[in-house]
């Protein structure tokens, strides 16, 4: 059994043969991080792969990033310990105030999650000032916004004024996405990015990371 | 006969009605939301009274999409915007007692039937809108994801087909009895499937779980000589074909490009009515014109906030070309 078992299992949807192998694998001594970063990592980049192809879509990446989550909760406790400030950056995100939809949201996470990134989730229906809070406290790279309603669509523009009345907003660099935005919506709210899925909010986030990074 | 039937009918090429829903119709007449979705006079009042002010060719009742999932038991939370808390635990309960899916949050509107507030508004427009009145109700695939809960539903869908389908029997079979209500009001009825998108779903899950539902609605509704619409938000171009063999008279998607059987309506993004100005409106009209036959009408609601001076252009635009 090798970490490329985990792969293979996470990209067949097979969510207890994911933590099985995880288990065994730990059991028997293999790093943590070896079944990391080849196991469980290559999973979720070929979904998102197969999501970009067209020949996943959302059920199959919910219950991929559901096996990929079973074997991750038991490695990350570990490479924490032995890998501490290894990540890429800090993410803060959520849904707007008012809209309950977070399926997309836990897509860009476990997509963002797996390729490096701190996710710091506030989960759906998040009001204006717990993002800005939340971005005080945890001095994140990124916040990213999601919204699948144009009911609640408006509330990032909300948060986005509120930074800047607070004087953060040239603090954090600002993504958004949901079904009913468009890159033009977003540039036009104040926004640094826009993903139209998982994978392009990815690319916005490795991006802005490259052209900040400092270092 | 009125425009949009005459459309329907091939009398006439074009017909104009951005999809102005009770939010947006709340918002322009300073009523408050949680009232209109709650009354029957009121959410009949506030579309009559946006009709009056922008005078397009028919009016749609689309209060909020948690109509029929409430009156399935859902919790539904209305301030200070409608939200769905959570899934119909009786159902899930007596469904499938699955364990990831956590029973729904006690709430004092659980359970509330609100069909006998469109049914009212229905019957008060009928009466008094001088246009075609056409009442929303979900899809099958749709309601029985919002009564199981989305993410659990669309994961049955693969792991556990049976479960998935008995989800989207009680959908259905609650829906002929709504749509029954709706026939002896002689209304046109739409069936909004958001969750049946191609952003969301294969064209292989829609052909599998969703098209045959919305087949038998849609010839249910015809059967009872009324007309029949579809809309489904998102990337509907894979499963276009599919739509069109549903058999509905019109069809309102995103993209209207492709060629279809059906009667589409659309031409304007959702985003260019809310914040596009008079040329860029103009333009999408223009291009849309292309179509032989159209209801000409934005992708997906229009929503809340949208300055009422964009929804005129649209409309002035649309005339100018019909």
């Known amino acids: ?215 | 006969m009125d425009s949009v039937t005459k459309v329907i009918n091939k009398e006439k090429n074009y017909a104009v009605f951005p999809l102005v829903c009770a939010d947006h119709c709340a918002w322009l007449c300073k009523t408050p939301f949680k009232e209109v979705v709650q009354d029957g006079e009121k959410l009949a009042g506030v579309i009559y009274q946006a009709y009056q002010e922008y005078a397009y060719d028919m009016v749609l009742i689309f209060s909020d999409p948690y109509v029929e999932a409430q009156a399935l038991g859902c919790a539904v939370e209305f301030s200070p915007r409608l939200k769905l808390l959570g899934p119909s635990s009786r159902i899930v309960e007596t469904i499938a007692p699955i364990k990831s899916v956590r029973a729904g949050r006690a709430h004092a509107s659980c359970g509330i039937d609100r069909t006998h507030v469109i049914l009212r508004a229905a019957e008060i427009l009928k009466k008094k809108a001088p246009v075609p009145v056409y009442v929303s109700v979900k899809g099958p695939f749709s309601l029985a994801a919002f009564i199981a809960t989305t993410d659990h539903f669309l994961k049955l869908l693969i792991v556990a087909e049976e479960k998935a389908r008995r989800f989207i029997d009680v959908a259905l079979d609650f829906q002929h009895k709504y749509i029954a209500r709706l026939i002896e009001l002689g209304v046109g009825i739409f069936i909004g499937d958001p969750m049946a998108s191609s952003s969301i779903i294969s064209p292989e899950l829609f052909r599998k779980f969703a098209f045959e539902p919305l087949r038998m609605l849609v010839k249910e509704i015809k059967n009872g000589r009324c007309y029949a619409g579809i809309h489904v938000c998102g990337n509907s171009l894979p499963i276009m074909s599919m739509l069109d063999d549903v058999g509905a008279d019109i069809l309102s998607v995103e993209d209207i490009s492709p060629e279809t059987r059906t009667l589409k309506m659309g031409g304007v993004s959702t985003s260019t009515i809310y914040e596009g100005d008079r040329e860029k409106i103009k333009h999408e009209i223009s291009r849309a014109a292309g179509n032989t036959r159209l209801i000409i009408s934005t992708s997906c609601d229009v929503p809340a906030e949208t300055d009422p001076v964009n929804v005129k252009a649209m409309i002035q635009f649309a005339r100018e070309i019909t």
């Open chain 1, 1 to 215: 059994m090798t970490p490329a078992d985990i792969t293979q299992a996470i990209i067949d949807l097979d969510v207890d043969k994911a933590r099985l192998i995880v288990e065994k694998l730990i059991g028997s001594g293999i790093d943590p991080e070896e079944i990391l970063d080849h196991g469980l990592v290559p999973g979720m980049k070929k979904v998102g792969d197969l999501f970009s192809e067209k020949v996943f879509y959302v059920p199959e990446v919910l219950l991929a990033a559901e096996a990929f989550y079973a074997g991750f909760n038991l490695v990350q406790p570990l490479i924490k310990k032995n890998r501490p400030g290894g990540r890429k950056g800090k993410i803060v995100m959520g849904v707007v105030e008012g809209d309950i939809h977070d399926i997309g949201k836990n897509i860009v996470k476990v997509v963002c999650e797996s390729s490096g990134y701190e996710i710091i989730d506030l989960g759906k229906d998040v009001p204006c000032d717990k993002f800005v809070s939340t971005v005080i406290q945890e001095k994140p790279r990124i916040l990213a916004m999601s919204s699948l309603m144009t009911t609640t669509m408006t509330g990032m523009k909300r948060v986005i004024d509120q930074l800047e009345a607070k004087g953060i907003r040239e603090t954090v660099h600002v993504i958004v996405g949901g079904a009913p935005l468009t890159d033009d919506y977003a540039r036009g709210i104040g926004a640094d990015g826009y993903g139209h899925d998982a994978i392009q909010a990815l690319a916005v986030v490795d991006k802005i990371i490259r052209k900040t990074h400092k270092g």
